[in-house]
């Protein structure tokens, strides 16, 4: 297989503060890679840097085999990107949205219109063509910005935290569409805070924090690698108390969040004996998740 | 990471690409802007020029309202590319994120400053063809030397939409700009000749005005109305293109420092 993308050792800082530390992905041709992390943690630091937008302080870049920045402009022709907040064109119709970005790729306008039909028919908005860009929904509008985004055919597609913001109904149009993108050969780099997204779409992951890749693999082997198979939540006011007496002895893990215990466990059965004698807790048994690596390894403490 | 923010402009015809879309932004709205373009320096020009005029003598051998036409081409050109370098830049680069949109396509920043100036110029060029054809229809200048203030109408559009852009790069909102209407253009009007001939001030304010862009531009202009050539036509264009290049320089360095945060 050969690499679309590869960081080696990516740093940057700004006035000091090290925003991506000693960064590096290799991404194939064909996979779904997904930057997990926190707010803050470089996600889009990486990505900017990764196009060729700033300057990194030191590591190599290469994207599509050629080496960014240097020829950032010229790897940019191949590429999509679907930005984490909206700046389509608010004067322009859908089709002129589409058309206008097409131009700046250098495409005639003959190709661009020969392309319309197509993007318009993935991204939902056939009837929408002359419709004005305020006059659409939340999720018409990210459906825009990723047709936008296929303008140029492009090899690779950089997404931005792709679904934030959308309802569960949009959300689910936009990964049915990202999953056919990628059934169709197109490579992905997503950013995203939401686990079930990266869990649905990514091949492999990098958990991101402080602008470090702290683990990276695919969702299964994340979850395998950093946290006990299963889970059991227990719920209620005595929860904290039962777990310091407890707890201790049915987990080999476990954390206190509010009046929520998460028992983390190899095997689940003596710790639920226990609970059927306990009335006044309520729990929930489940297996490990994404989510339960995510906070083990990024904290649970609140990013702002 | 400074090393390339002090890098010369480097320019490519891709920029037209991004004055296409300014057009089309543009067309939409072609009526309320030509009106504009009209209406504000007509209504200056027949109201001052007519009626102060009337009162006043000839200057330099021609009508009142003759020699506040040629101002008025000057100083409409002016507003023009400053409002559009000010307000319009900051929408595209802030408020709509155009700019943001664009940088990630094979476009490069220096594309788009350098697509911002050319498209500023050309609504000074529009606003300075529409004052052009008002002194015709009022029959206040039969010269043609008088074509002459169209490329005189890009010229004074570029150094102005050059110099506003330096202010669009320092802005944090729309407010700040009022530091720059009120403080540096206002001045420049009363300064610069517009209304009067600049040796009606006192020594040291006649000082300033030989250094500010709109005096040059209308030392270009006014000899036009009566078919004469501007005297020191080079110095005045130089002095006009070398603010253009300037503020286009520095607003580059400045948008490449902003932008890179």
Avoid at chain 1, 122 to 148: C, E, H, I, Q, Y
Wanted: with cysteine.
């Amino acid at each position: 297989m050969s690499a679309v993308l590869s960081v080696q050792n990516l740093r940057k800082s700004y006035a000091g503060q090290t925003v991506v530390d000693g960064v590096s992905i290799r991404i194939d041709k064909g996979e779904c890679y997904g930057l997990l992390g926190p707010n803050g943690a470089g996600k889009t630091t990486t990505l900017r840097l990764m196009l060729g937008l700033i300057d990194p302080d030191g590591g190599d870049l290469n994207l599509l085999g050629l080496t960014v920045p240097r020829h950032a402009r010229e790897a940019r022709l191949r590429v999509g990107v679907v930005p984490q907040m909206d700046n389509l064109d608010p004067d322009f119709t859908v089709a002129e949205n589409l058309l206008v970005y097409g131009r700046y790729f250098g495409m005639s306008d003959a190709t661009i219109e020969s392309r319309l039909p197509e993007l318009l028919e993935f991204a939902n908005l056939t009837g929408k063509r002359d419709a004005k860009v305020p006059t659409l929904s939340g999720g018409m509008k990210r459906r825009l910005t990723l047709a936008r985004a296929l303008v140029n055919d492009p090899d690779i597609l950089f997404l931005d935290e792709p679904t934030t913001g959308l309802d569960p109904q949009a959300r689910h149009l936009i990964w049915q569409r990202l999953r056919e993108l990628n059934a169709r050969g197109k490579t992905l780099l997503l950013t995203t805070h939401f686990m079930d997204e990266a869990e649905r779409l990514c091949h492999r992951l990098a958990v991101m924090d402080n602008g470090r890749i702290i683990s990276e693999g695919s969702p299964r082997e994340l979850i395998e690698r950093n946290i006990e198979p299963q889970v059991v939540e227990v719920f209620g006011e005595h929860a904290a108390a039962w777990a310091n007496n407890h707890a201790v002895r049915y987990t080999q893990r476990f954390e206190i969040s509010g009046e929520t215990v998460f028992c983390y466990v190899q095997d689940a059965q003596p710790l639920l004996q226990n609970l059927l004698q306990q009335p006044e807790l309520r729990y929930l048994h489940r297996p490990a998740n994404l989510e339960d690596v995510f906070l083990k390894l990024t904290g649970r403490e609140m990013r702002e | 990471m400074n090393k390339h923010l002090f890098s010369l402009p480097r320019l490519s015809l891709r920029f037209t690409t991004i004055w296409r879309r300014n057009f089309l932004v543009w067309k939409k709205m072609a009526g309320p802007s030509i009106l504009g373009h009209l209406a504000d320096p007509v209504i200056y020009m027949l109201g001052l020029g007519y009626g102060l005029g009337g009162m006043l003598p000839e200057i330099n051998g021609m009508p009142y309202i003759t020699f506040l036409a040629a101002g008025t081409v000057c100083y409409s050109t002016m507003n023009s590319a400053s409002f559009e370098a000010l307000y319009s830049g900051f929408t595209r680069m802030h408020e709509q994120r155009t700019w943001e949109a664009i940088l990630n396509t094979p476009l490069s920043l220096d594309d788009i400053v350098f697509s911002e100036i050319a498209w500023a110029a050309s609504k000074s060029l529009l606003a300075g063809i529409a004052v052009l054809a008002v002194i015709w229809l009022l029959g206040l200048s039969h010269s043609p030397m008088t074509l002459w203030l169209i490329p005189l109408a890009l010229l004074v559009g570029l150094c102005f939409a050059s110099v506003g852009l330096i202010i669009t790069a320092l802005a944090p909102s729309y407010d700040f700009f009022m530091y720059y209407f009120t403080l540096v253009i206002t001045p420049m009007v009363l300064l610069c000749g517009v209304f009067f001939p600049v040796d009606q001030l006192p020594v040291l304010l006649q000082n300033i005005s030989a250094a500010l862009p709109l005096t040059h531009a209308i030392e270009l202009a006014r000899p036009l109305m009566s078919s004469a050539v501007p005297a020191q036509l080079a110095w005045h264009v130089t002095v006009l293109l070398g603010y253009a290049l300037l503020g286009f320089y520095v607003s580059l360095v400045l948008f490449r420092r902003r932008l890179s945060q």
